[in-house]
């Protein structure tokens, strides 16, 4: 028999107590809306809510997601300011107070905190700080690097955080959740467009769910996801938050360093600083096709090239979940060394896979 099956209804107690775990992950006391859905499903809510026509939206793009947001906005009627970095690196908290300067009228802005499909996270903490002071409202995608790296909602100031559970919680990619501060509820109140009896409405759940004592659930909830994300919440509580960003930050540290010292590929994000403990992600010399690279590996390691213009020459190691330990590191090493000495490239493994057991060391990386 099937665990999967026959299924009872996930109660309305249940749902709030998973809710309330999620808030704590996410060190916050705002409100926890948790979606049905991928976590595009919140990006868009949130967006919706916030933007309408005669509001001005910063949107730092540091990767393909910015794009997306800076689509919705637009779409929503807000006028966008665009502020791209190179992919390969971050956004400053200084670019963003300029970008502030020049278009005092923003008042919201859109980040990234970690890049999954390019590989860089963005100094979050400082850039927030710059825009409270501006006194817009700030939209944190952290679907990459909650679990990952640190996430501090309330201190740092987030209005509207965004996970989702597939990436460093280990969890399902079927739910996902959006902390909504007292200022975003304002905002989004206040906004005429903002989605109403939607599936996209953040106000439908406020007022059918959350103000009204969270005894009654409006819908059915998803319940085999809201139990997986459920048992994702109590195993980073069991292993600690702490040692699940470690073994995050360990894998990022090691892969870099095996890279370093294998030869041949180098790091897509060149400063340390700037990269997602999240995903590594690689660049391939010129010739050397990482889409053809990637589908020769065993489909059991967590590579694949980059998305789209990126795929001749970006491969990214998804070293995130279960994936995050120094084994699967050794191996994408092993990996990546044998089929570059198959192609007539350069590859020093026995070198990489030291350089990355020490790195993994040094990172404080759990060991045993
Ligand atoms: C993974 C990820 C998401 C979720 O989107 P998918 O397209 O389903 O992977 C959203 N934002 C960021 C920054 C991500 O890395």
Same mark, same amino acid.
């Given at each position: 028999m099937s665990p999967f099956l026959d299924l009872p209804p996930l109660g309305a107690a249940q749902f709030a107590a998973i809710e309330d775990k999620v808030a704590a992950l996410l060190h916050t006391t705002a409100d926890v809306i948790i979606t049905q859905g991928e976590a595009l499903l919140p990006l868009e809510a949130a967006i919706r809510g916030a933007a309408h026509p005669g509001s001005t939206a910063l949107n730092i793009v540091t990767g393909p997601y910015g794009q997306t947001f800076g689509n919705w906005l637009r779409d929503c009627g807000a006028e966008v300011v665009d502020l791209a970095v190179p992919f390969d690196s971050a956004v400053t908290a200084a670019q963003v107070a300029q970008a502030l300067r020049a278009a005092p009228e923003i008042d919201f802005v859109s980040l990234v905190h970690a890049e999954a499909a390019t590989g860089n996270t963005n100094p979050v903490a400082e850039i927030a700080a710059v825009v409270r002071a501006h006194g817009a409202?700030?939209?944190?995608?952290?679907v990459a690097s909650v679990a990952a790296e640190p996430l501090l /909602?309330?201190?740092?100031?987030?209005?509207?955080c965004v996970i989702g559970g597939q990436k460093a919680m280990g969890g399902p990619a079927g739910v996902s959740a959006v902390s909504v501060s007292?200022?975003?509820?304002?905002?989004?109140?206040?906004?005429?467009?903002?989605?109403?009896?939607? *599936?996209?409405?953040?106000?439908?759940?406020?007022?059918?769910? /959350?103000?009204?004592?969270?005894?009654?659930?409006?819908?059915?909830?998803?319940?085999?996801?809201?139990?997986?994300?459920?048992?994702?919440?109590d195993r980073i509580a069991a292993d600690t938050l702490d040692a699940t960003i470690a073994r995050h930050r360990a894998a990022a540290a090691a892969t870099r360093a095996g890279i370093r010292a294998l030869g041949t590929l180098t790091p897509f994000v060149p400063a340390d600083g700037h990269a997602a403990p999240v995903a590594t992600t690689l660049? /391939?010399?010129?010739?050397?096709?990482?889409?053809g690279l990637a589908a020769g590996l065993d489909p059991a390691?967590?590579?694949?090239?980059?998305?789209?213009?990126?795929?001749?020459?970006?491969?990214?190691?998804?070293? *995130?979940g279960r994936n995050a330990s120094p084994e699967v590191v050794q191996d994408c090493l092993t990996a990546f060394g044998e089929a570059l000495l198959a192609t007539g490239a350069d590859a020093d493994v026995p070198t990489a896979t030291a350089a990355a057991a020490a790195?993994?060391?040094a990172a404080g990386g759990p060991t045993g």
């Open positions: 409202l700030l939209m944190l995608d952290a /909602t309330d201190a740092w100031g987030v209005d509207l007292g200022r975003a509820w304002e905002r989004i109140a206040a906004n005429p467009a903002a989605p109403r009896r939607s *599936y996209l409405s953040l106000l439908d759940w406020k007022e059918r769910w /959350t103000d009204a004592g969270r005894t009654v659930l409006p819908h059915a909830p998803a319940q085999l996801e809201m139990l997986a994300l459920d048992a994702c919440l660049r /391939t010399p010129p010739g050397l096709d990482a889409a390691l967590p590579v694949q090239a980059g998305g789209g213009a990126l795929a001749a020459g970006m491969l990214r190691v998804n070293h *995130y790195a993994w060391r």
